[in-house]
Structure formats: structure tokens, C-alpha cells
């Protein structure tokens, strides 16, 4: 998490697919052509709503609206530790003061998942506005320092949601795209921090 256009104590989050088949057998080259485009709107509707996300919004004086991928690319996932509890950071994005926000949060003892700002608008989370307006940032409840917050409810929500925006925005699932908020240039945070477990992460991203 990362205040806009100030410094500020960082707070924390909540506590709290498959293809479809096309059979052409019969069909004309056209009619085949058509199902199967019909088939990948409904694969990417099916990836755009798994895994379960909740509906929370962020103050609208903490995000910038946008028109992305139109607007600006969207080339990366960001991923934050919270350093407290899900209800306090979501009072924190829900007050205009705070000037911070990021599009998801994931909570740690099941894997929860609330989004606070949609896709195609900028949430402020990175500290960096260029990364900011191309990437979606994914908040996980805990402290960087106590790995016990890292649950394996949390890994595996938090990974088919990055697994999810990557099919949708064309992101590579590698660690040059999906990244912590310490990768992110001029940034003074640590988090994820090094008891995130990332060989573990990308792998459930992968096999998603």
C-alpha cells in the first residue's frame, strides 16, 4: 500500500475455469469460426470471474479513473504485504484523506478476496506512477516479518486471481511481470519481504 502524493504510515487489509469445448463436427468453416470465437468471449468472461472476488469499493478520492488496458498498458502484477488487519486498511481506502488504495486484497486465514478498485482504473499502490498506471496491485493480509500470515488458502486465491488478470490483460506469468512492491523502481518498501515464498507462488500462478 502506498499513499499518493504523500508519506504515510502503511496499514494494512482484511482479515475477516475452464475451457469450453467446441464441437465443429458438421459445422461449415464459418459457423466453426464462430462458435470458436464465441467460445473465447466465454473463456475470458469465465477467467474475469474466478476466483470469487467481493466488491468493496475504495473512496474515489484514492484512485484515478481510467480507461485501461486503452488508456495505458497493463504489463504487470504487483504484490504488497499489509503490515495489519482487513478491517483497518479497508477503512484506510474508504477514507478520501488517505490518498492510497490497491485494486485487490487477499485476507489470510481463507483466502477472501475484496477489490477496491476495478481493473481499468488506477489504484495507488506502488509509489511510482508510471508502474501505478500499468499494473494491478494485490494486497496480502500479514506482516512481512511472520510468515504464519502466509497461508496456503492465501497463496492459492491470491495465485489464481494473478493467474486470472495475466489471461485477461496478456501478462507473461514470469517474475519480470508479477513482481513485489520492493522490485518496483524508487520505491523504499520491502514487501513483500523474504519469507514470501516465491518459487512456491509462481508455481501455483502457472498451474492455475
Not at 464441437?23 to 464462430?34: C, F, P, S, V, Y
Not at 462458435?35 to 475504495?58: C, E, F, G, K, L
Not at 506512477?129 to 500470515?149: A, F, L, M, Q, T
Request: with cysteine; glycine share 6%; aromatic share 10%.
Amino acid at each position: 500500500m502506498e499513499a499518493h502524493g504523500r508519506t504515510s504510515t502503511r496499514r494494512a487489509l482484511l482479515r475477516s475455469g475452464a475451457y469450453l469445448a467446441t464441437a465443429a463436427t458438421g459445422l461449415t468453416a464459418a459457423a466453426a469460426t464462430a462458435t470458436t470465437a464465441h467460445a473465447d468471449d466465454r473463456r475470458r468472461r469465465r477467467a474475469a470471474a474466478y476466483p470469487p472476488t467481493h466488491w468493496i469499493p475504495a473512496s474515489t478520492s484514492n484512485y484515478r479513473v481510467s480507461s485501461r488496458p486503452t488508456s495505458y498498458p497493463i504489463d504487470f502484477v504487483v504484490i504488497h504485504v499489509t503490515q495489519e488487519t482487513f478491517p483497518d486498511a479497508m477503512k484506510i481506502f474508504q477514507d478520501p484523506a488517505k490518498q492510497v488504495s490497491a485494486h485487490y486484497m487477499v485476507a489470510s486465514a481463507d483466502g477472501y478476496i475484496g477489490q477496491f478498485v476495478r481493473e481499468k482504473d488506477v489504484a495507488w499502490h506502488a509509489g511510482n506512477k508510471d508502474y501505478n498506471n500499468r499494473s494491478i496491485g494485490i494486497e496480502h493480509e500479514g506482516w512481512v516479518d511472520d510468515p504464519k500470515w502466509f497461508t496456503d488458502e492465501m497463496y492459492a486465491s491470491s495465485a489464481a486471481l494473478t493467474a486470472a488478470v495475466c489471461d485477461r490483460f496478456g501478462i507473461p506469468k514470469t517474475r519480470g511481470h508479477i513482481i513485489g512492491h520492493v522490485e518496483v523502481p524508487g520505491t523504499d518498501h520491502t514487501d513483500p519481504g523474504p519469507l514470501w515464498d516465491w518459487d512456491r507462488y509462481m508455481s501455483l500462478v502457472n498451474k492455475a
